[in-house]
């Protein structure tokens, strides 16, 4: 039984592809469903800010054929080296033709942005396995539909708030949600750096002028500071990684905790 379970994965497979993060984990599969055998690089707890792979992961760039980068920031340092580690595989880009904001990766976070990833990654499927092109196409318009009713759910969420309603965070990872949803993002953390004290006051005072329902952070970095400031305000923190797999969920969940649900 055993045997043929196994001969089965390796037949159906055809395409070994490594990621950067796990979001993109889940749009590549949406699309390469079971022909696609999908490696992640930064794993849960880990920032891709400051990643850097394990040797054994290595080993799974050596076996790929494909790797999608989406332009967080241990690329910029790895991707030649992943490159010299296996001169064949092809490494491709997630983030083509999506206009990005300055300094900021994490374009993800909006969904029509990941409609634009996820043609990309239908583009380079068929481009490296052409014959089973009809199979991504059908995956590929399930996946957009899931999109816009990911879409859907987060708008009637946030019909509940006035436009430019401000939320606060410790890491300035939903930019792109903002923008697409007309929120305006408080960032607690300015370049990386925990703020002065002189920042940390000014910011206490603003998220109460604000009425921000709660302090987010996320699980890759650490939330003293969210803390100290929720404490003030009066507000909860909540924890919530924009490196969530579940990427749907996540994106209502931060909506629902943004509009106070
Ligand atoms: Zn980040």
């Not at 004290?197 to 890759?220: G, H, M, R």
């Not at 909540?238 to 579940?246: A, G, R, T």
Request: glycine content about 4%; hydrophobic content about 40%; aromatic content about 8%.
């Amino acid at each position: 039984m055993i045997i043929t379970l196994s001969l089965g994965t390796l037949a159906f497979s055809t395409v070994n592809a490594v990621v950067s993060i796990l979001p993109q984990k889940t749009f590549l599969e949406k699309i390469g469903g079971d022909k696609v055998d999908v490696s992640v690089m930064v794993k849960v707890g880990n920032s891709p800010h400051t990643y850097e792979p394990k040797p054994s992961q290595m080993k799974d760039i050596s076996r790929a054929n494909i790797y999608f980068s989406i332009g967080v920031e241990f690329e910029k340092v790895w991707l030649p080296k992943f490159k010299n580690q296996n001169k064949k595989m092809k490494i491709v880009d997630m983030s083509q033709n999506i206009s990005k904001h300055k300094k900021d990766p994490h374009i993800w976070t909006a969904p029509q942005k990941v409609k634009i990833i996820a043609k990309n990654i239908l583009d380079k499927l068929i481009n490296i396995d052409a014959k089973n092109q009809t199979y991504y196409e059908a995956n590929y318009q399930n996946f957009i539909a899931t999109i816009e009713q990911t879409d859907k759910k987060i708008q009637n969420i946030l019909n509940s708030i006035p436009a430019n309603s401000k939320f606060m965070v410790f890491h300035p990872a939903w930019g792109y949600f903002a923008k697409q949803y007309n929120l305006i993002q408080l960032p607690i953390e300015i370049d990386g750096k925990n703020p002065k004290p002189k920042e940390l006051i000014w910011l206490i005072n603003e998220a109460k002028k604000q009425n921000v329902k709660s302090v987010f952070t996320a699980p890759e970095f650490s939330d003293k500071i969210a803390k100290q400031i929720a404490k003030e305000v009066g507000v909860p923190v909540v924890k919530i990684s924009p490196l969530n797999p579940k990427w749907s969920e996540n994106l209502q969940n931060l909506a629902k905790a943004i509009a106070g649900d």
